[in-house]
């Protein structure tokens, strides 16, 4: 069966350090990748999706960045935090096929000081 | 651009309600339209996919429909239970990307 880790689970860190979180997936291969960032009181908002090693696609302008280094890793980076980066970040995948459902991992707890 | 808005922004009900949450959306050229939960402090789980030509879906105590031509779905949960308490989530599937309301935070009383 298919699995998805995020890691770190909760992170505290001082604005202007940088940031590196980490999503794994287990038992398929392939899989579309997408990061998301959930703000007390906002809804979800898509960061990055890749479809591919080293296909990644933005789709806001903001202070992160993404990379798919093999095909089942997703990392988000940023070389200098700002406070408004707190939040929830989640990591979800999809087989690739149009029409599936996202399955989505436990998330990251991000909190810039 | 695809927006979608789901009203309650919170509901609070007793044990045992019937009850419905709405979600609209503003582009009918959707794919699907997914129904999560979300317990608080953790991941979506995905609870009902609507395929763009079907009308509804059922699993167990939930039913979620989809009305593409109006732009709305609504998602029905029978004789609620507090272990129903938490935020619900619709999202619709856009070029192979997701669109979220904002939710709906339910609780159940007992």
């Known amino acids: 069966s298919q699995t998805i880790h995020q890691w770190p689970a909760t992170l505290v860190q001082p604005v202007g350090s940088p940031l590196s979180l980490e999503c794994t997936v287990e038992?398929?291969?392939?899989?579309?990748l997408y990061w998301y960032r959930q703000a007390a009181g906002r809804g979800l908002q898509l960061l990055f999706y890749?479809?591919?090693?080293?296909?990644i696609s933005s789709e806001v302008p903001q202070n992160l960045s993404a990379s798919r280094p093999q095909d089942r890793q997703f990392i988000l980076s940023s070389k200098k935090l700002l406070l408004s980066d707190s939040g929830f970040y989640l990591c979800a995948w999809t087989p690739g096929l149009s029409g599936e459902t996202q399955y989505f991992g436990p998330g990251t707890r991000l909190l810039v000081l | 651009k695809q927006e979608v808005t789901q009203i309650p922004a919170a509901l609070s009900v007793p044990e045992g309600e019937n009850l419905v949450l709405n979600c609209s959306f503003t582009?009918?050229?959707?794919?699907?339209l997914q129904w999560f939960r979300q317990d608080p402090g953790k991941g979506l789980t995905s609870l009902l996919l609507?395929?763009?030509?079907?009308r509804e879906q059922t699993s167990g105590r939930l039913n979620a429909s989809l009305d593409k031509s109006s732009g709305r779905s609504t998602l029905y949960i029978a004789a609620s239970q507090p272990g129903d308490s938490a935020t619900y989530l619709c999202?619709?599937?856009?070029?192979?990307?997701?669109?979220f309301g904002q939710g709906t935070r339910l609780t159940i009383n007992p």
């Open positions: 038992g398929t291969s392939n899989p579309n």
């Open positions: 609507i395929q763009s030509s079907q």
């Open positions: 999202a619709v599937l856009i070029a192979q990307k997701l669109v």
């Open positions: 582009d009918s050229a959707i794919y699907n």
């Open positions: 890749s479809v591919g090693i080293g296909q």
